[in-house]
């Protein structure tokens, strides 16, 4: 099994789009969990952490399931500004982030 | 600009040769990290330093990797006797490690081909 796994996509959803992304990882000693947005050719940017009781930030909200080692990203009112590539990335080792582990990526493409 | 920032921003090089990447951290932050990045692929860790010691290097790729943080500021990531199979994005982070939070902020990244 790979460490963080993704579905890459491409998800091509129009404006407005509730769009929700998967990710599961396989080492339980996991104890930090982000999704990091990446645009095509630029360095990853933070897009949030992710917490046990789940956690929101405008239109996105992030949810975790330590038992089934699964993350999921929900996009609500997709913008076109939304198009990117969307990473899902787990803490090697327990504690803060340190070593991190990226999965492939899964590929937005908003569309008007 | 206070971000994380890399140079040379692209490198082309013929086989064999041997290149060195800069990565210039945010003022202050106490942790640095090196990524590469292959096309279709997510970052993967390379090596990272608290300060000026380098807390973990068995993920270099290979003993002709190696990177330096001499006086805990900038970094160096140098490849010897490169190969093809070493063009790729070379992606260095930095971050500022607080109890209970850290948040690593990226380089825009050395894209370097082999010939």
């Known amino acids: 099994r790979k460490e963080v796994e993704q579905d890459p996509g491409p998800f091509n959803v129009p404006e407005g789009a509730t769009v929700a992304f998967n990710c599961t990882y396989s080492?339980?000693?996991?104890?930090?969990f982000f999704w990091y947005r990446q645009d095509c050719r630029k360095e990853p940017k933070l897009l949030m952490s992710v917490y046990s009781s789940g956690n929101e930030d405008g239109r996105f909200t992030a949810q975790l399931n330590r038992a089934s080692q699964y993350i999921s990203l929900l996009i609500r009112d997709s913008k076109l500004s939304d198009s990117a590539t969307y990473l899902c990335v787990v803490n090697r080792d327990g504690g803060s982030q340190g070593n991190l582990i990226f999965g492939k990526g899964t590929k937005l493409s908003v569309k008007p | 600009d206070t971000g994380v920032s890399q140079n040379p921003r692209h490198k082309i090089t013929k086989r064999g040769q041997n290149v060195t990447f800069r990565c210039d951290p945010i003022?202050?932050?106490?942790?640095l990290y090196w990524y590469r990045q292959t096309l279709g692929q997510g970052p993967e860790f390379l090596t990272y330093f608290q300060n000026e010691a380098q807390l973990e290097k068995s993920r270099l790729l290979s003993d002709r990797f190696s990177a330096e943080r001499p006086k805990g500021s900038f970094s160096t990531l140098e490849i010897q006797r490169t190969e093809q199979g070493d063009s790729a994005m070379y992606l260095c982070?930095?971050?500022?490690?607080?109890?209970?939070?850290?948040?690593?902020?990226f380089g825009p990244g050395t894209r370097l081909l082999v010939l």
């Open positions: 080492n339980s000693a996991s104890q930090s």
């Open positions: 982070a930095s971050s500022l490690v607080l109890p209970g939070t850290e948040t690593q902020y």
């Open positions: 003022s202050e932050h106490n942790r």
